[in-house]
């Protein structure tokens, strides 16, 4: 079965520290894709870093890095130097292939960040 | 990046209409588009995918009757809410991916469902 778990359902962090979000998953799919969102109050999904599985480097993008380790099936978020406009939840998700051959994304449950001053 | 709107934002509506929510994708051409809903505190649930001039595919679970999907165009797909009732009360959130990144889908803003 395909899946996504986010094991921290709230973290901490004081600003402009570091913080590490973690999310593993599960597939038996050759070919597929792994990607946060962060989704503050208003709701907006707001993303953030993809990293495919054939990618030999981690996907980085200004702040946020993606420690991706393919064989234990972890992608973690890394926030570098937090500032607290990144409070808000954030989700994993992996883009599957569904029965028909189309692409859907599965969430995990979301880790809500707490950034303090 | 390209940009996706949904409309309206926030609906209230009485137990029994039905509601039109709109998803655009407004700087690229969606060659498919889905639709998510988002109970509080919770994730987001794939509830169908749709593909421009094709029938809408629901996930398990989700009433098809209930939640009418239309893909008219390439920028343009429509969920509606066939005689809505409180228990249909939610987060309702689009996505829209292009022919040239298939793995990536760009999310509308959400529109927010309250059936009185």
């Known amino acids: 079965a395909q899946k996504i778990t986010q094991t921290q359902p709230g973290m901490f962090v004081q600003e402009k520290e570091a913080v590490t979000l973690d999310c593993t998953y599960d597939?038996?799919?050759?070919?597929?894709?792994l990607f946060w969102y962060k989704q503050p109050s208003s709701g907006e999904m707001i993303f953030l870093i993809y990293?495919?599985?054939?990618?030999?480097q981690n996907a980085t993008e200004g702040r946020y890095s993606l420690n991706f380790q393919k064989a234990r099936k972890s992608a973690n978020l890394v926030i570098s130097a937090s500032q607290l406009g990144d409070s808000a939840m954030y989700f994993c998700?992996?883009?599957?292939?569904?029965?028909?051959?189309?692409?859907?994304?599965?969430f995990g449950s979301g880790t809500r960040l707490q950034v303090q001053p | 990046g390209a940009v996706v709107s949904q409309h309206p934002s926030r609906v209230i509506c009485k137990s029994g209409t039905s509601v039109k929510i709109e998803c655009r994708s407004l700087?690229?051409?969606?060659?498919?588009m889905f639709w998510y809903r988002q109970f509080p505190k919770k994730s987001l649930m794939l509830m169908a995918t749709?593909?421009?001039?094709?029938?809408?595919?629901?996930e398990q679970g989700v009433e098809k009757d209930k939640f009418l999907i239309n893909h008219a165009s390439l920028t343009l797909s429509t969920l509606t809410v066939t005689s809505a009732h409180p228990e249909d009360s939610s987060f309702y959130i689009c996505?829209?991916?292009?022919?040239?990144?298939?793995?990536?889908?760009?999310f509308g803003p959400g529109t927010r469902l309250t059936v009185l």
């Open positions: 996505s829209a991916s292009g022919r040239e990144e298939q793995m990536k889908q760009y």
């Open positions: 700087d690229f051409q969606a060659t498919t």
């Open positions: 998700a992996m883009s599957l292939t569904m029965d028909t051959g189309r692409r859907a994304l599965t």
């Open positions: 749709s593909n421009e001039g094709s029938k809408a595919t629901y």
């Open positions: 990293q495919g599985s054939y990618d030999e």
């Open positions: 597939t038996s799919d050759q070919s597929y894709g």
